[in-house]
């Protein structure tokens, strides 16, 4: 079968580093995307890796290993407004996504 | 500056009603789907289009069908809902290439009593 995993939740204080993790079994690899989606929102696309290694955007960073079947988004400077859920989605081998369920990042002050 | 434009927001159907969801593009996008999202679930693929004209099945299409007449316009359509259909439904386009990203409607809140 095919499976994507993250953390249902997670918490971090407003200013400090906070990793998301996904780790994915799925059928072929064409692709990880991380998106955004704030409560009541629609999905918002972050980014998209395809070769191992780390790509960044600002303060968000995302890293793949490909033999490892694992993904990471790295948030730095965490701002209230970066409270949201963080969803991972494999781009398989028919080309359509495959979604993990979300992280839930809730931000203290 | 629309994007991908959902219609309704909100719905609250009975069992065994049926109704049409509609999304609309304005960026001249090729490829079009339909999604819903339930708590604690990923989202899910419903149908999906490649181009005007063109529909295809996703991962749960069973209890929908979809209409793509115009590269604009693609209709999401429940002909007898069901209480199991209770979901968020979100649509959206991409330019034409897999890898390339997905830009998403806000969303329709549908209820089936």
């Known amino acids: 079968g095919q499976n994507i995993d993250q953390p249902t939740e997670m918490t971090a204080t407003e200013g400090a580093i906070v990793q998301i993790n996904c780790t994915y079994q799925?059928?072929?690899?064409?692709?990880l995307f991380w998106y955004q989606q704030h409560a009541g929102e629609a999905p918002t696309f972050l980014s998209y890796?395809?070769l191992d290694g780390l790509e960044e955007k600002g303060r968000f960073s995302s890293f793949l290993s490909r033999s490892k079947g694992y993904s990471y988004l790295l948030l730095k400077e965490l701002q209230m407004k970066d409270s949201a859920s963080y969803l991972c989605?494999?781009?398989?081998?028919?080309?359509?996504?495959?979604w993990g369920a979300g992280t839930k990042l809730i931000i203290k002050p | 500056n629309a994007g991908v434009t959902q219609t309704p927001k909100f719905r609250v159907l009975k069992t065994g009603q049926s109704m049409t969801l509609l999304c609309a593009q304005d960026?001249?996008?090729?490829?079009m789907y339909w999604y819903r999202q339930d708590p604690g679930m990923g989202l899910r693929l419903i149908h999906y289009?490649?181009?005007?004209?063109?529909?295809a099945k996703g991962e749960v299409p069973d209890g929908y069908n979809v209409s793509r007449l115009k590269k604009q316009n693609f209709l999401l359509g429940l002909e007898s809902a069901a209480p199991s259909q209770t979901s968020v439904y979100f649509c959206?386009?991409?330019?034409?290439?897999?890898?390339?990203?997905?830009?998403f409607g806000d969303g329709t809140r549908l209820s089936i009593l």
């Open positions: 959206a386009s991409s330019p034409g290439q897999e890898y390339q990203p997905q830009h």
């Open positions: 960026m001249n996008h090729e490829y």
């Open positions: 289009s490649v181009g005007e004209g063109t529909t």
């Open positions: 799925t059928s072929g690899f064409n692709g």
């Open positions: 890796n395809v």
């Open positions: 989605a494999v781009l398989g081998s028919n080309y359509q996504l495959i």
